[in-house]
């Protein structure tokens, strides 16, 4: 059997950007929440993507915090970040910044995906595994642990 290939978290790190653009607001003239959840997703898909260096699906989103909101012309910046990995599934973190014209940054979002590679008939296929570097890197695989075992439970009960 060959060992499992290994890949830092800095390999699949991805951060994007967006101007906020009338057309991605609600009718209260706000970032309208389904615009923020498909970037999210086209995010985490890129992550988990570079990480497993094969085509992945979504499978769950496990967390979805909204802390402020973004207006017209804000720039919108998404990082994301892999925090755990199994066998097969990856989940990734996306945080979601409004940033201002002098480059500071308000965190507007946090979510959390659950991503899994799949060969080209959709079945899960084993991915790299995940080298921890650093405090932060092992308490966030930690955390990542700990909500795959919850979610291991919750499907476990129907949810």
């Known amino acids: 059997m060959a060992e499992r290939k290994m890949k830092r978290v800095e390999d699949s790190m991805t951060e994007q950007s967006h101007l906020l653009m009338p057309r991605c607001l609600n009718a209260a003239g706000y970032l309208f929440g389904g615009q923020l959840l498909a970037w999210i997703d086209e995010t985490a898909g890129i992550v988990a993507k570079r990480h497993a260096e094969m085509n992945v699906v979504t499978v769950a989103v496990d967390n979805m915090y909204f802390k402020s909101g973004a207006k ?26 409004s940033e201002a014209l002098d480059g500071t940054r308000t965190m507007i979002n946090r979510a959390y995906f659950v991503m899994v590679g799949t060969d080209e008939h959709q079945k899960p296929m084993e991915v790299p595994g995940l080298i921890i570097e650093g405090v932060t890197q092992q308490i966030e695989w930690e955390a990542g642990k700990k909500r795959n075992e919850l979610r291991k439970i919750r499907r476990n009960e129907g949810f």
């Open 72 to 97: 017209v012309n804000d720039t919108i910046v998404l990082i994301g970040r892999l925090t755990h990995v199994g066998r097969s599934s990856m989940e990734v973190r996306i945080d979601t910044y």
